[in-house]
């Protein structure tokens, strides 16, 4: 399609390629413990890139999970993407565990990989490093961001809130949404945010509620244009906490206990201080990450945050 009617521009479109995952995390904003395995359909995938391709740009797309690299097709949708020219750059995100069975011909197609370190799990984090250091060496487009995590933050409740007037507070205060920009496609649909559709899938609500169908839509541009614009909480808002939830260790729990830990509601899981402070600045450091690896052409970076 012609370059002039791209009329939407974002930074990051993320694609959960896999809601699989080989670690059970207490904090899994993305709920993939408790998530009812259904395979990735790669084919309704690449219809919806053919069709959003011709209306939005983004700078990197985002693959994850679950745990990404548990997908079949992984190699197959990075050689699409990269010819739908949908965005300037194609990044994968993974916990690291697998990082020894990711075949060459992926990494030299990636421009980079963003890996999560926690304090529990099955990492070799020093191996991890070493491993990656030596393939920045051989791959010199790939860029290995590592990010090391101190604490997370509840991310949903299974009651909602007792006053519905927080779904606007909680709203307001959105990083995910309203500044990271971690738009999301899933079953065809574009979502503003990853929890509009997870929390859609695990409460059993409407997904149309919550996103814009991509095929056959004849009205996409508009649709998409009244969708970002529009300053009401979704559906699925009335589960999630956004940005705000309380500080919380990472830890490996049983997935058979793992929902006892949200059976609170919205006004237990809060952290009032952290909203009263995004109130006044959306930069503000939401205490999460520790510090950032960074490693290109086999040297490694510090970021101390």
């Not at 990404?68 to 197959?76: E, H």
């Not at 991310?155 to 507070?169: A, C, F, Q, R």
């Not at 409407?206 to 991509?214: E, L």
Request: glycine letters at 4%; charged letters at 25%.
């Amino acid at each position: 399609m012609d370059s002039n009617k791209i009329c939407l521009h974002a930074k990051n479109l993320e694609i959960n390629v896999s809601d699989l995952c080989n670690l059970s995390c207490r904090a899994c904003s993305h709920l993939s413990p408790v998530t009812k395995h259904k395979e990735f359909d790669v084919d309704k995938c690449i219809n919806s890139i053919l069709v959003l391709s011709g209306v939005m740009k983004f700078e990197c797309i985002r693959l994850l999970g679950g745990e990404p690299l548990l997908s079949k097709d992984l190699r197959f949708l990075i050689e699409f993407l990269i010819k739908s020219k949908i965005s300037k750059r194609l990044c994968i995100a993974t916990n690291g565990t697998l990082i020894n069975e990711v075949h060459d011909s992926i990494l030299h197609l990636i421009d980079c990989l963003d890996v999560s370190f926690y304090n529990s799990g099955n990492q070799n984090k020093t191996k991890i490093i070493r491993y990656l250091t030596e393939k920045t060496k051989q791959f010199k487009n790939l860029e290995v961001k590592i990010l090391n995590f101190k604490y997370f933050r509840e991310s949903y409740t299974e009651y909602g809130p007792l006053n519905v007037e927080l779904i606007d507070k909680i709203y307001e205060t959105c990083l995910v949404s309203k500044n990271w920009q971690c738009y999301n496609l899933e079953e065809g649909y574009f979502f503003k945010c990853p929890q509009a559709h997870i929390l859609s899938k695990h409460k059993e609500i409407d997904i149309k509620k919550n996103g814009v169908r991509i095929v056959g839509n004849s009205n996409l541009i508009s649709y998409l244009k009244e969708y970002l614009n529009d300053s009401t909480p979704l559906k699925a808002c009335f589960y999630c906490l956004g940005s705000v939830g309380k500080l919380i260790p990472h830890e490996q729990v049983p997935k058979i206990k793992w929902r006892q830990y949200q059976e609170y509601h919205s006004e237990e899981l809060i952290d009032y201080e952290y909203m009263d402070v995004l109130k006044k600045n959306f930069n503000a450091d939401n205490g999460v990450i520790k510090n950032i690896r960074f490693i290109k052409n086999g040297t490694i970076y510090l970021d101390e945050l």
